[in-house]
């Protein structure tokens, strides 16, 4: 099953979202978020598209709040891009150690970066439904950039 | 939910076209489009009429949901719409309306030399431009500011800049609000939004902010041309960008704010990124007074980079190089504005998302040279066509509230964009065509091809047409310098 793919938009960046559980799914939103703006880091390889690094040594622990699943989303996904963007960090993976329809609490694991492609203002609420389809959870979600 | 066709599309005049009110029963007013026959293809081929339609159903909206002819799909507002909200009728501000970049805009120098004199420097030029301003995803700027520092530019914007040896006074004259926005709190700006911004201040950026030197290729009207100091074949410099990380950041935590009220207002928005409030409730007046410190924060920012241009001039051309300051308008931004609506006067909060404000002749807020002809309004276009220089109407103040387009809007996706054009040939036709190009990222030129834009030329023929602006000014690109 694929974890994320990008969607047209006309001005921002749309991915749509998978995941077989709610955890994976944001697990699979925090890759999507970082795979789709190529980061660029040096010790690392470009391989489909995608940064694979062999280490990832950078981490932190991001905890999230929010009244429903979307809005814990956008809250989740808010808080790992201020972290990025202070640290100059991308974030590969996530491990989701605590997670409810209104809190979550994560490890998210990257590499320090040269800079991305492509710069994420925000996440965005519009066009975000987390949904379940043939027993997949999946949703949009659309980044300004 | 059905997606708006050619049919559902009411034409008013030749660059009007109304949504009805009757198109959806939660409209509180029509929603009007700026755009000729020509375009109405590529304008509802994405769901940017939807998100005007959305619009129109804010509360305490007045007249109509504009959209300009640039307009194209965003989030919650579509990019290049215009919504006035009564303040004494619950209207409410949206920041999603408003945008993640507040404050992103335009400014724009005018050279004491003309392209003549300047062509034999413009390669060295255009070096030293991309080296002195910083541009790209992550780069920070040549200025670090404590954060003590940074709440003097948040509450004071590009005064604060001038107090501390950047620039001169009279450049505040030629900026909307001075550029000091009055109302700002830099206490309601968060930590977070400090810390992505502290580093960030004289940076244009990535994506569709450049800083182009150009050649004023045609003069429309000599009269106003002279009072905005343009002459044919003379070089201006044009800066687009905005408020960086500190205001993406002020916005997500509006947002996120304005949120936990919902359930409190009872709203029942078609889109949860229009999440609003009543404009006189505590947290829209807190949010707007942290958008205010943001928008500081951007004028600032754009003040600092015309510092350093200026600066990259004198170096390569000698001191006696100059740039005066014509103008620098806002693209993103809420203002309390007063406007006459049925016979009354009233007083609204303005959202302009992708759209410049146009105010005519003879309103206090044109700059005192310039009033007799109205105010300059910046149209930044893509670095292969043109940018105009447009000047605010009489008849603009009541037909979409003093307000124009804001560029030549895209209509294609980025991704699209990157996999049509390869940003290698572009750099190569560009440069066969005698524009410099410094950017160290082909996949970022190609995105902002000219192709993934709209006919600027006919965008702001509608603009002229429609009577929003008039046309005052033509230029074209001779360097553009931009981050990937």
Redesign the interface.
């Known amino acids: 099953m694929k974890d994320f793919e990008?969607v047209?938009?006309?001005?921002?960046?749309k991915i749509r979202v998978y995941g077989q559980t709610l955890e994976a799914l944001f697990r699979n939103a925090v890759i999507g978020m970082f795979q789709s703006i190529?980061p660029k880091s040096e010790g690392c390889q470009v391989k489909d598209d995608r940064l694979v690094c062999s280490q990832l040594p950078v981490q932190h622990e991001i905890k999230a709040t929010g009244?429903d699943p979307?809005?814990l989303l956008?809250?989740f996904l808010?808080q790992i891009l201020?972290v990025s963007?202070?640290n100059?960090e991308a974030y590969l993976d996530a491990m989701i150690a605590e997670f409810t329809d209104r809190f979550v609490k994560a490890t998210v694991r990257g590499v320090k970066?040269?800079?991305?492609?492509?710069?994420i203002?925000?996440?965005?609420?519009?066009?975000?439904h987390i949904e379940q389809k043939n027993g997949v959870w999946q949703t949009d979600i659309?980044f300004?950039? | 939910m059905a997606k708006i066709t050619r049919d559902d599309l009411i034409k008013i005049d030749e660059y009007t076209y109304e949504i009805p009110k009757k198109y959806r029963s939660d409209m509180l007013v029509p929603a009007r489009v700026f755009m000729k026959e020509s375009m109405i293809e590529d304008i509802i081929e994405d769901r940017s009429l939807d998100q005007l339609v959305n619009v129109a159903t804010l509360p305490g909206i007045q007249k109509y949901a504009f959209a300009m002819p640039d307009i194209h799909q965003g989030y919650g507002f579509p990019i290049g719409g215009v919504a006035a909200m009564a303040i004494e009728h619950g209207g409410v501000i949206s920041p999603g309306g408003i945008g993640y970049d507040i404050n992103c805009g335009v400014r724009l120098l005018v050279a004491n030399m003309n392209h003549e004199q300047l062509q034999p420097y413009m390669a060295t030029l255009a070096t030293a431009l991309f080296h002195a301003v910083p541009s790209g995803v992550g780069r920070g700027g040549k200025l670090k500011l404590t954060l003590g520092e940074l709440d003097k530019v948040l509450g004071d914007g590009a005064k604060h800049m001038i107090d501390i040896g950047y620039g001169t006074p009279q450049d505040l004259e030629f900026c909307e609000e001075h550029g000091t926005m009055a109302g700002a709190d830099p206490d309601l700006v968060s930590e977070h939004a400090k810390k992505r911004g502290a580093d960030q201040l004289g940076t244009l950026g990535s994506g569709n902010h450049f800083l182009e030197v150009q050649k004023v290729e045609e003069i429309y009207d000599e009269k106003t041309a002279q009072a905005f100091g343009l002459t044919q074949g003379a070089i201006t410099v044009m800066i687009h960008c905005g408020s960086r990380g500190l205001g993406h950041q002020t916005c997500t935590d509006y947002v996120r704010t304005l949120m936990d009220y919902l359930p409190q207002w009872g709203y029942v928005l078609p889109d949860r990124e229009l999440v609003c409030a009543p404009f006189t409730s505590k947290p829209a007046q807190d949010y707007f007074a942290a958008m205010i410190a943001a928008s500081n924060f951007a004028w600032a920012n754009r003040h600092l980079i015309a510092h350093w241009v200026r600066e990259a001039f004198h170096e390569v051309v000698g001191k006696d190089a100059w740039l005066s300051l014509v103008y620098d308008v806002s693209h993103n931004i809420g203002k309390k504005e007063r406007h006459m609506i049925d016979g009354k006067m009233i007083e609204v909060i303005m959202h302009r998302k992708g759209a410049t404000r146009a105010f005519g002749p003879h309103t206090p807020q044109t700059p005192l040279r310039y009033q007799s002809v109205g105010q300059p309004v910046l149209i930044p276009g893509t670095m292969g066509t043109a940018s105009y220089v447009l000047a605010g109407t009489a008849e603009g103040m009541d037909i979409a509230f003093g307000s124009s387009c804001h560029g030549a809007g895209r209509r294609m996706s980025r991704m699209k964009a990157k996999h049509t054009i390869r940003g290698s040939q572009l750099r190569k036709e560009l440069e066969s065509h005698g524009i410099i190009v410094r950017c160290d990222s082909d996949a970022g030129l190609a995105e902002e091809a000219p192709i993934a834009y709209k006919d600027v030329d006919s965008v702001v023929d509608v603009v002229h047409g429609a009577g929003l602006a008039r046309k005052i000014a033509r230029l074209v690109p001779v360097a553009v310098i931009k981050g990937g």
Do not use: M, Q, R, W
């Open positions: 990008l047209s938009h006309t001005a921002d960046l190529s009244p979307e809005a956008v809250n808010s201020y963007d202070v100059n970066i040269n800079g991305f492609d492509v710069e203002k925000a996440v965005t609420y519009h066009d975000l659309v300004d950039i």
